[in-house]
């Protein structure tokens, strides 16, 4: 794996094939044991892997601003990440690296929503995995009921079978959330693969894992 600075951010590059599908994947700095293990759990899967890191979870990966309590708050920095992403990350990886495959966004947890707001928002992407999203997030259905996915792509959606029991009464929406917008997916025309699969457990319950499902299952189908 090979790692450069695009546009001030820092990206960890696996390229196995410049005609195989590329995941682009929003990761918090300093999670190099978390995508080992993914990685390692998808040796066998043939595609690229362009791994980005940000500074401020909460900022970088919330598409606009929201107040979830008195203790957390997200400031709505996504925009400027989608910016980089799709003007400056893209660009360069497919002219420097040769990449024509097609465009899959992945995260975990808010990088979930992040990823499945970045694949609406630009329609500069085949694919999204959104693993454990923040589907909770400030009137998030209401954006994804105005708005449809890029034609002819795949969404992989999860979310473990225990999330929607948190103490946080925001938070425990997430379910009812995540199973409207697999509706919405499931009458996107434009959507032509989809899945919703359900994990044991809460949300911190091998979150690599859940990433590497999502993976393996957009490869067979992308």
């Not at 546009?7 to 990761?27: A, S, V």
């Not at 947890?109 to 630009?122: H, K, Q």
């Not at 938070?171 to 359900?198: F, P």
Request: hydrophobic content about 35%.
């Amino acid at each position: 794996m090979k790692t450069e600075t695009i546009g001030g951010r820092t990206c960890h590059i696996m390229k196995n094939g410049t005609d195989l599908p590329t995941i682009y994947w929003g990761e918090m700095k300093n999670s190099s044991e978390t995508i080992e293990k993914v990685l390692a759990l998808c040796e066998d899967i043939k595609c690229n892997y362009i791994i980005y890191e940000v500074e401020d979870w909460n900022a970088d990966f919330s598409p606009w601003e929201f107040t979830l309590n008195r203790k957390m708050s997200f400031s709505g920095g996504g925009s400027s990440t989608l910016d980089w992403l799709v003007n400056e990350c893209v660009p360069y990886c497919e002219k420097e690296h040769g990449l024509t495959g097609k465009r899959v966004l992945c995260g975990y947890s808010l990088a979930g929503l992040f990823s499945l707001w970045a694949f609406y928002e630009s329609q500069a992407f085949g694919g999204v995995i959104s693993c454990s999203g923040s589907l909770w997030f400030g009137d998030w259905i209401g954006y994804a009921e105005s708005h449809t996915a890029p034609q002819n792509s795949s969404v992989y959606l999860s979310l473990g079978d225990r999330e929607e029991k948190a103490r946080d009464r925001i938070m425990a929406t997430v379910g009812d959330c995540t199973r409207r917008q697999y509706e919405l997916v499931c009458g996107d025309k434009n959507v032509s693969r989809h899945i919703l699969e359900w994990n044991d457990g809460g949300h911190f319950n091998e979150p690599e894992k859940r990433i590497a499902k999502g993976i393996q299952w957009i490869e067979r189908e992308v």
